[in-house]
T-cell receptor, first 114, second 112 residues
Framework: GQQLNQSPQSMFIQEGEDVSMNCTSS?????WLWYKQDPGEGPVLLIA?????ELTSNGRLTAQFGITRKDSFLNISASIPSDVGIYFC??????????????FGQGTTLQVKP | DGGITQSPKYLFRKEGQNVTLSCEQN?????MYWYRQDPGQGLRLIYY???????QKGDIAEGYSVSREKKESFPLTVTSAQKNPTAFYLC???????????FGDGTRLSIL
C-alpha cells in the first residue's frame, strides 16, 4: 500500500533552535496535514495544506505543500520545551478524498533541552 | 465543549474475551474512523464510516468489528480473533471525507 517516509525519526535539540522535518510520498497527494501528539493523548491538528506550493504558518510553525505534490515539510522556529512530542505528517490522495482516508508517516519524536 | 470522547482511557482484556471501546462525538461530523497505534509506528486504519449504518474495512480490519447505529457513536469491538490486541486505539471524526480529521484522546488496551 501507499507509504509516507517521514524524517528524521527523532531529534534532540537545544531550546531556541529551529527544527525542520519532512515527509515524502511515492504518489501524489491533494492534502497534507501535520499533527502533534503528546504522550498518552490523541494527535492534534497543527496545519492543513490543500494546494501545491502552499505555505502556511501557525505561530512559530510553518508548513509547505511541495510543488511536486509528493512532499511536505514542517518547520518550528525558536523551539521551547512544550514543543516536545511526536509530530506526524498525513496525506490524502485524490482517490481517497471522498472517503477521507489518510496515510500517516511514522512520526518524528522531538525532544528539547532547556 | 464540542469534541470526541473515548472511553475508557485504559482497558484490560483477558485471553479469549471480546472488549468494546467507546467513541462518541458531538461535532455533528459525518465521518468517523478507528486507528491503531503501536510504538514507533504511524497510525493504521482499522475501520471507517462515512454515514450512519454504513462502514468499510481499513488496512488492518481482521479481528475487529464496528457498528454505526447513530451519527455520534462509532464503537469498536476487539474480538478474541485479534491475536495481538495490545495497542493504543484512536478514534477520529471529520465533517466530510475531504476535511481534516480530529482525534479523541485514545484508549490503551492491554492483555492480562
Amino acid at each position: 500500500g501507499q507509504q509516507l517516509n517521514q524524517s528524521p525519526q527523532s531529534m534532540f535539540i537545544q531550546e531556541g533552535e529551529d527544527v525542520s522535518m519532512n515527509c515524502t510520498s511515492s504518489s501524489i497527494f491533494n492534502t497534507w496535514l501535520w499533527y502533534k501528539q503528546d504522550p498518552g493523548e490523541g494527535p492534534v491538528l497543527l496545519i492543513a495544506l490543500y494546494k501545491a506550493g502552499e505555505l502556511t504558518s501557525n505561530g512559530r510553525l510553518t508548513a509547505q505543500f511541495g510543488i511536486t505534490r509528493k512532499d511536505s515539510f514542517l518547520n518550528i522556529s525558536a523551539s521551547i520545551p512544550s514543543d516536545v512530542g511526536i509530530y506526524f505528517c498525513a496525506g490524502q490522495s485524490i482517490v481517497s478524498s471522498n472517503t477521507g482516508k489518510l496515510i500517516f508517516g511514522q512520526g518524528t519524536t522531538l525532544q528539547v533541552k532547556p | 465543549d464540542g469534541g470526541i470522547t473515548q472511553s475508557p482511557k485504559y482497558l484490560f482484556r483477558k485471553e479469549g474475551q471480546n472488549v468494546t471501546l467507546s467513541c462518541e462525538q458531538n461535532l455533528n461530523h459525518d465521518a468517523m474512523y478507528w486507528y491503531r497505534q503501536d510504538p514507533g509506528q504511524g497510525l493504521r486504519l482499522i475501520y471507517y464510516s462515512q454515514i450512519v449504518n454504513d462502514f468499510q474495512k481499513g488496512d488492518i480490519a481482521e479481528g475487529y468489528s464496528v457498528s454505526r447505529e447513530k451519527k455520534e457513536s462509532f464503537p469498536l469491538t476487539v474480538t478474541s480473533a485479534q491475536k495481538n490486541p495490545t495497542a493504543f486505539y484512536l478514534c477520529a471524526s471529520s465533517q466530510q471525507g475531504s476535511q481534516p480529521q480530529h482525534f479523541g484522546d485514545g484508549t490503551r488496551l492491554s492483555i492480562l
